[in-house]
């Protein structure tokens, strides 16, 4: 399906793709295919497949996989950027914003990556994991009072 895809036979290759699920229905399978979708810009498409294959639903975790195959399968951050985004929309406010919110701030500069980090933590308090990750974003952007007091809140 890769090779078809490459020599951008693309019908074909989302045909190969679908019977070779079909005959092992495997999740790296799906994310490959789906990551060979993004690469082509075809979100909608790599949703639709997502939403059949991995039972993405909308739902964060789901998001957060596709989107890690996207960056390291597909090499396209702006594909994986545009699936969490999508994701960080529809997701209810609490853990699962927040985790949608920090698997995109691991895909953006650090200036950008803060807001989402502080948001992550908004959503989800009472989870020690995204203080420490917005503590270390803090101490890289020199932030020391903004460091002291979110490794408090990790460890309260």
Known sequence: ???????GR???AQAAARQ?????????????????LARQGRLEETEAWAREHLAYA????????LAGALAGEGGSRPAALAVLARAFQRAPH????????VARAGLL?????????????????GDYRYWLLLA??????G?????????????A
């Open 136 to 141: 270390e974003a803090e101490r890289a952007a």
């Open 10 to 12: 693309l019908p074909e």
């Open 94 to 101: 609490g853990p699962e914003r927040a985790q949608v919110a």
């Open 58 to 65: 909308p739902t964060a975790a789901g998001a957060v996989q």
């Open 109 to 125: 500069p650090l200036g950008e990556a803060l807001p989402l980090l502080r948001q992550a933590v908004r959503e989800a308090p």
């Open 20 to 36: 070779a699920h079909a005959l092992a229905p495997t999740r790296l399978h799906a994310l490959r295919v789906a990551a060979l």
């Open 143 to 155: 932030r020391q009072p903004e460091v002291i007091s979110a490794y408090e809140k990790a460890y």
């Open 1 to 7: 399906a890769a090779a078809l895809a490459e020599l």
